[in-house]
């Protein structure tokens, strides 16, 4: 699915990501844990494509595909998304329409003819029903005026509409409260399929009791300085961090 | 940033689409503004002695006028008013019954700008049917649909024609929106005018379809000089269309026309435009100067005028649609998109005059400003002392493409009566680069991205447009904009 | 045709200035030099577009300030108590333009603090002699080009690097004559590098004769100082004021601007700031309450030439009587400005159908990457909270007077100064009673 090699990344000329080792096969969801500051979200930036983070060093495979050298629409075109930690606003423009352009624009990269606008709505009504979300959030502005929650469940929406091969969750659980978390949780669940594969990006455990992943991976400076099976995450929670921050900088000297 | 900078430089070299110029067999007058020549006009147009009168009067006003240059946030070089011919025609006869007699030229000129002239094509159902009248260089060629309009006592036909079959009409409310003595370009157009169009809706009739005005400058070395006139009597309800493009010329073209819109008691008009003359090239070479006095009377209570308009043409807009809310309870909209590209430069807004009890007036202005543009709203609202209750909102919203261009706010707001309450604001925004981000992480490419953003965010203007023009200026924003984002 | 009497009337308004000039301190030339752009110049019009509303020239055309002979009515150091804003600040009284050392108390200030007559430290101080005349550089400014010519005194004050004024300085302006006369007092003001300093000014007047203050107030704001300046207006009903204040700030440093009009027959103040280094701030307040035939005009400019620069504004008016309000901020975003955060706000409350606001805020920006906005609002009091009042049992005068305050308040709460904001309170409170 996606492999990533020795991966160095700054912003403005600060090194994020110093040497960072990654491989996801098909259908598998990993979790990538760490104290703040310590890359996660720069990760899920420049998976996603963001301009202003720079690869200085490394390689991305993604199903073949150089990553690094597409552009950030191509990389959603080949199956690549992104859930926003913080998901941006767009006034006036509705929501459908967004979506509908999103679909039709990497159906023309597959060579596919656009989408039949009744099964477009019919699509619609289906996948609002995975995240609970109000029928009546689909006609209105981008995330406009949306709550915190709202947000992140038109994120997940989003994803289940564009059915993604990879989808890249940035603290997807920040600002939910427990019953948001678990309608978001269930939506990414039921989109989980033996094709289809999951990059967490987390600060806290709780997100993976329900998004339970099959590998939890520690990333500390700019690199993944543990990796374990889910219970790790157990562990993470009891413990903090310091311990292996600890570990990293004993390792390091 | 160089990627950016690329991208802009894509949309400037955006071609501008109406650029051909059509070989049609045109009849000119001499080049150069004297009182012969306003009675050359009148005479061509065979008007009768008090037409000549007002134009004479008109003429001899302007005269003693200056050219207004220093208050609008523009610059230009001074325009050589000798250097222009004032009245260019299609030789053949400029109207005409049936299609046969129009010059094919002249259709075809239409067909590729999207205007049919055969009724028949345009018959696709009662709902979708417009009525048009083109007016090419000075005067108008075709007038569509008259006779249904006729059954309902509406009027809609060419203002020359105007002049001879209803001289009492054109007596009675020209100049009385815009007299002649108006401005300096008002002014002008009084003394020269050569055609235009004419709408009159009668006491409570409901215009069943859309009337449509197409402008089209045609003849290198002319102004166009336009004058519209439409007035809703009392009960009357109509929503007007004007269209203008002009071919692509290195030389600077006046286009200084006057509209004028009265609603009487109950009467409500809908003023759309989508105004796409040719900007000049991408350095500011060539394009037209469009000097326009646009203004509306709600002359009697509870009547509305709502003027919509996309702006993306012109190298140099002046305008101010302007409505005087005379009538109790009377209304006064404006809704503005206007976007500047390259080296155009626009100062446009509006003037909602408060003098009756409980009027209310709105102002939505989207300014959006790329390239090495200029786009400037100027806008006065007035509560005169005595029109109790008095409402006005205003919003007015830039948006910046680049780093090259300005855009500029200038809101004059004078409130002499203590019931009024008026509210402005204004932001300047840019499109986000995470905006932008956004769109391509869902597979949009950043062209389309700056579409669906630019069209966002004119929505509340685009959404008052009848469905047929809506579709053309959001095509139009596209066209003219995508790709310069900064 | 108005070419020949805008001229005539200048002429007469300038007729004597000459003599006088060969009299005054500083540089000669420089002061010819003024008054000949003056006179080019002549006295803006109603067509001028910044005087639009309130027409400069229709008080000439009247005759008045035109007295040549300049006859000072006495001013006591009791008169001059009266006018306390903050008890313990350092004063300096300037009478009819002129700086009065024996009114002035200077006595508490602190070291590092230089407050002295500019008419002496434009002869004799570098620093004075460095910005005097650079700030207010605006030369199509008829006012400014007037002031520099014709100024006879006022104040300089220099804070050192470093150093901080723990007491206000309180520059008193009294306008007291016994013929109507034109009066041009000059200030500077120069915080240093990270000083930090309180500046009142404050105008009055005495007696019925007509006077008009035209003064001018340079002020360099350096790196990373602090100072909050505070213009308070509250001559009588004879007294006419132009006040132009020019600021230039430089990096890190907050320059707070306090404008309160409670006073004056007509006046107009001219706020002008400049941005001339990143991460500069400043913050415009303004408060003006106004009746009778009242004229008062605030027109502010902020400049913004600098990227990462932020400034906002807050004006707001309580209009009554036959009065006019007029605001005219310009918030100006140059090509190189980027990262600028601008605001500005304008609100009114109309409490008569005579009174009149005009109130124009305007943008003009040159770069993308910005964020600027201008609201404003006018009307009458909100008509639902009075019924609240009403139905609460307070009286209509009283909840009328509460809600005025209230909207009032929301400018004075932004004044750091206790003793100031104490000031102000009471002075609203006598004005609206």
Known sequence: ?253 | MADKNEILEEHISSEYKYGFVTDIDTEFAPKGLNEDIVRFISKKKNEPEWMLEYRLKAFRHWLTMEEPKHWAHLDYPAVNFQDISYYAAPKKKPTVNSMDEVDPELVKTFEKLGISLEEQKRLVGMESKIAVDAVIDSVSVKTTFKEVLAEKGIIFCSFSEAVHEHPELIRQYMGSVVPYTDNYYAALNSAVFSDGSFCYIPKGVRCPMELSTYFRINSSGTGQFERTLIVADEGAYVSYLEGCTAPQRDENQLHAAVVEIVAQKDGEVKYSTVQNWYPGDKNGKGGIYNFVTKRGICAGSNSKISWTQVETGSAITWKYPSVILKGDNSIGEFYSVAVTNNMQQADTGTKMLHIGRNTKSTIISKGISAGKSNNSYRGLVRISKGAKNARNFSQCDSLLMGDKCGAHTFPYIEIHDKSGVVEHEATTSKIGEDQIFYCNQRGIDTEKAIGLIVNGYCKEVLNQLPMEFAVEAQKLLAVSLEGSVG | MNVMTENKLTERILSGSEAKLVSLAGNASARKNALDEFRRMGVPTKRHEDYKYINPEGLFRLGEFMAKANVVRPVTSHDVEEMTIAPGAAKVVIVNGIFIPELSKLDRLPAGVTVKSIADAVVSDAIAKKYHSTIANDSSDAFIAWNTAMNESGVFIHIAKGATCNIPVHVVHIASNEAASTFHPRNLIVAEVDSSLNVIESFDSIGPVKTLTNVVTEVMVHKGAKLNHYRIQTEGDAAHQMNTTCVVAESGSNYCTYTFSFGGAWVRNNLNISFTQEHTESHLYGLYVTNGNRVVDNHTIVDHAIPNCMSNELYKGVVDGKSTAVFNGKIFVRRDAQKTNAYQTNRNILLSDDATVNTKPQLEIYADDVKCSHGTSTGRLDEDAMFYLRARGVGEASARKMLVRAFAEEVVNNVPDEAIKAYLDNRLNHLMS
Do not use: C
């Open chain 1, 1 to 253: 699915m996606i492999s990533i090699k020795n991966l160095h990344a700054s912003v403005e000329g600060k090194e994020i990501l110093k040497g960072l080792n990654l491989e996801v096969k098909p259908g598998e969801v990993h979790a990538i844990m760490g104290p703040n500051g310590s890359g996660k979200s720069t990760l899920a930036s420049v998976l996603a494509g963001r301009e202003d983070y720079e690869v200085t060093e490394g390689e991305v495979t993604f199903n073949g595909k150089n990553l690094i050298e597409l552009s950030a629409e191509d990389r959603a075109r080949e199956g690549l998304f992104l859930a926003f930690q913080y998901p941006i606003e767009i006034p006036g423009v509705s929501n459908i329409n967004f979506l509908k352009t999103a679909i039709n624009e990497i159906r023309e990269y597959k060579g596919l003819d656009p989408i039949d606008p009744k099964q477009f709505l019919a699509l619609v009504k289906e996948k609002q029903k995975l995240v609970e979300l109000d029928g009546k959030l689909a006609n209105r502005s981008v995330n406009e005026g949306f709550s915190g929650g709202e947000k992140k469940r038109n994120e997940i929406f989003q994803m289940a509409m564009l059915e993604p091969t990879l989808g890249i969750l940035d603290e997807t659980d920040s600002g939910l409260d427990i019953d948001a978390l678990r309608i978001v949780a269930n939506g990414v669940n039921k989109l989980r399929s033996p094709e289809r594969s999951f990059i967490v990006v987390t600060h806290y455990q709780r997100l993976l009791d329900y998004i339970v992943p099959d590998y939890v991976h520690v990333l500390y400076n700019g690199r993944i300085v543990k990796t374990g099976p889910k219970e790790l995450a157990l562990e993470l929670e009891e413990k903090g961090y310091d311990w292996i921050k600890s570990d990293a900088q004993n390792a390091a000297v």
